[in-house]
T-cell receptor, first 115, second 117 residues
Framework: EAGVAQSPRYKIIEKRQSVAFWCNPI?????LYWYQQILGQGPKLLIQ????????DSQLPKDRFSAERLKGVDSTLKIQPAKLEDSAVYLCASSLLRGRGYGYTFGSGTRLTVV | AQKVTQAQTEISVVEKEDVTLDCVYETRDTTYYLFWYKQPPSGELVFLIRRNSFDEQNEISGRYSWNFQKSTSSFNFTITASQVVDSAVYFCALSVSNAGNNRKLIWGLGTSLAVNP
């Protein structure tokens, strides 16, 4: 089966600019996650979708970050305006049954550099 | 508290040595899942193993083995006869209950393993 697709692979922007990341999960996976991984740290959950509904966005900086998952398939994560501390790898993952131990498949990530 | 602790930040070994990566977890859930992921320099997180809280059977897969002990809340990972290609950051993660009958992953900070020729 095809894996989780993410684009772009790399992005460099200036602070205060906006940026968007795209994720296409594994077909049939109802649960989709966006993680932020800062260099030297483990991934931090930003938002979790179940189909097209938000399950958990408690750690999403809502003043600048937004995400949507229209039609319960693809998802887009946006940052507007970006700050220097947003430099990180943004990982998308999907799972089959609400993450009930069936494993999470990760995409290759988008490496964002804010200068 | 629900957390994962990987006390070893960096490990450096010489090829063919055995190496054990430690993982200790805390959770209030009675049903939970433990994972190990490998993150090579390319950045992708590669799934290695999943273990549920009711299955304490240790597992061996080639040069990899995992020791799950509920009594000590540990899920350690051993690489036998390490190879240069094993160089990566290894993450231990814990899947716990989340809002709306969902689950979420709690991650350790990772252990960076360098296998030198």
């Amino acid at each position: 089966e095809a894996g989780v697709a993410q684009s772009p692979r790399y992005k460099i922007i200036e602070k205060r600019q906006s940026v968007a990341f795209w994720c296409n999960p594994i077909s049939g996976h109802a649960t989709l996650y966006w993680y932020q991984q800062i260099l030297g740290q483990g991934p931090k959950l930003l938002i979790q979708f179940q189909n097209n509904g938000v399950v958990d966005d408690s750690q999403l900086p809502k003043d600048r970050f937004s995400a949507e998952r229209l039609k319960g398939v693809d998802s887009t994560l946006k940052i507007q305006p970006a700050k220097l501390e947003d430099s990180a790898v943004y990982l998308c993952a999907s799972s089959l049954l609400r993450g009930r131990g069936y494993g999470y498949t990760f995409g290759s990530g988008t490496r964002l550099t804010v200068v | 508290a629900q957390k994962v602790t990987q006390a070893q930040t960096e490990i450096s070994v010489v090829e063919k040595e055995d190496v054990t990566l430690d993982c200790v977890y805390e959770t209030r859930d009675t049903t939970y899942y433990l994972f190990w992921y490998k993150q090579p320099p390319s950045g992708e997180l590669v799934f290695l193993i999943r273990r549920n809280s009711f299955d304490e059977q240790n597992e061996i897969s080639g040069r990899y083995s995992w020791n799950f002990q509920k009594s000590t809340s540990s899920f350690n990972f051993t690489i036998t006869a390490s190879q240069v290609v094993d160089s990566a950051v290894y993450f231990c993660a814990l899947s716990v209950s989340n809002a709306g009958n969902n689950r979420k992953l709690i991650w350790g900070l990772g252990t960076s393993l360098a296998v030198n020729p």
